[in-house]
């Protein structure tokens, strides 16, 4: 990454309670460790935080209530020869998988089961994606695939110098808020990116997220990943949104890039205008297919990882988190962090970018087991903080990073458009 990389070492009290045959524990802690030595913490993380910070979606609670995270479209279907995954918790994407399989509005998961039930793999795939919903074949892992994305780096780093009059440089403090006084834009939606901010915002951060204003978030995807955030609806083309970006310091981007093109958002774009920025970018499946969505569900099923967990060797599985989400997120904070400290150093624009599918090669690259470990059970209550959120009692995971602890998620879209 750079030269202000952290020393990871292993020197956890226990395993980081997350049991598959892939090093998902591993991964969860070095990530976690990564982003806590980087701010300047010397105290080591707890593993049963980090098992319930990534499996965050298990915890959380609305008014007593957990909510239901995935849609009736979402999972593993059977096709004719082998088995397909799907995307739809956002009603466009349920639309449009439902349009490729010729299913009208509101059609039962049993009707999308028959559908693709009668379609090979490759044609339910096509026939979704041309609609532009999301399905991935489930394969099986290819290690000469993997090699490839692993020669790439997990935190691809480049810098470019700029002008640097009229750009902020706020020296970062090592204390117990290091990023205060720094401003991040969130333009990402889906754990990955918004684990990076949530994390930026505990270490002090202002951070902002902007969304589309046409383009609703589910609640609980919200409340569960956007703890000491403020939150805007912004049109991305108005004046507004350009004095934003003209008066950050961080930027982090989770959309598809090809959508970011259209806006006049990419990385270089970005560094061209506002000289000076740190830019984190995070795709699913990396710079070279720009217009392809997707999720880490998505990744895991087609990269390998779900028949590697699969219990049965015919039946695919999961890991047992969204660990490439969450992981991706950490890694991208600790990057943003160590390139804060470049810019103070040595000046310029600064920009990482990772994807899913290379946090997923690194994970296949790790050693694995048999099947997965017994692992011990905890309260994971213990790790939990309750909100008082716009009148609703909010039950969300605690922070993994050790010694600190939220602020409370805001309503969704309820702020000014203002630093």
């Known amino acids: ?29 070095a990530s976690v460790h990564a982003v806590s030595l980087m701010a300047g913490i010397r105290e080591l993380p707890d593993p049963d935080r980090i098992s319930t910070a990534y ?18 479209y979402s999972g593993f279907w059977r096709s004719t020869d082998g088995w397909v995954r799907t995307h739809g918790n956002y009603p466009h994407h349920a639309h449009r ?15 999308v089961r028959a559908a693709i039930l009668g379609c090979t793999t490759t044609e339910a795939v096509e026939l979704i994606t041309a609609e532009r919903g999301l399905a991935v074949p489930v394969l099986r892992e290819d290690p000469h695939l993997d090699s490839r994305w692993r020669a790439t780096p997990l935190l691809d780093v480049t810098h470019r110098d700029a002008d640097q009059s009229g750009s902020r440089r706020i020296p970062l403090e090592r204390d117990e808020a290091p990023l205060s006084g720094i401003r991040v834009l969130d333009l990402t939606r889906v754990i990955a990116g918004p684990v990076c901010t949530r994390t930026l915002a505990l270490l002090g951060a202002d951070v902002l ?28 083309r108005s004046e507004r949104f350009r004095e934003l970006l003209a008066a950050a310091d961080v930027v982090v981007l989770g959309y598809r890039p090809s959508s970011l ?13 506002y000289p000076g920025l740190v830019i984190a970018q995070l795709t699913a499946w990396g710079l070279d297919e720009p217009d392809r ?46 390139l804060l400290e470049r810019r103070q150093r040595d000046g310029g624009s600064w920009m990482v970018r990772t994807s899913l599918r290379r946090v997923a090669a690194e994970l296949l690259g790790m050693p694995r087991a048999d099947a ?19 009148g609703r009692k909010v039950t969300t995971a605690g922070p993994a990073l050790p010694g600190l602890e939220f602020a409370a998620p805001r309503r969704w879209g309820s702020d000014q458009p203002r630093w």
């Not at 030269?3 to 802690?29: E, F, K, M, Q, Y």
């Not at 499996?55 to 009736?72: E, T």
């Not at 997965?372 to 309750?386: C, G, I, L, N, Y």
């Open 97 to 111: 998988l439902l349009a490729g399989l010729g299913l009208g509005a509101g059609a039962t998961g049993d009707a």
């Open 372 to 390: 997965p470990e017994q692992v011990r059970e905890f309260d994971t209550s213990a790790h939990s903080t309750t909100f008082d959120v716009a």
């Open 209 to 236: 997220r902007v969304d589309p204003p046409r383009l609703a978030e589910p609640e609980w995807q919200h409340l569960d990943t956007g703890h000491g955030k403020r939150t805007t609806l912004l049109d991305a």
């Open 261 to 273: 093109d259209r806006l006049g958002l990419s990385a270089s774009a970005l560094t061209e205008r």
């Open 1 to 29: 990454m750079t030269d202000d990389a952290p020393d990871i070492g292993d020197r956890r009290p226990h395993p980081v309670p997350l049991p598959s045959r892939l090093a998902t524990a591993d991964l969860a802690w």
């Open 293 to 338: 969505a997707g999720f880490d569900s998505l990744v895991q099923a087609e990269s390998g990882i779900s028949m590697i967990e699969s219990p049965d060797g015919d039946r695919p599985g999961a890991l047992p988190a969204q660990a490439l989400d969450h992981s991706a997120g950490y890694l991208l904070a600790t990057a943003v962090i160590a």
């Open 55 to 72: 499996r965050s979606d298990r915890v959380l609670a609305i008014d007593g209530i957990a909510p239901d995270v995935w849609s009736a």
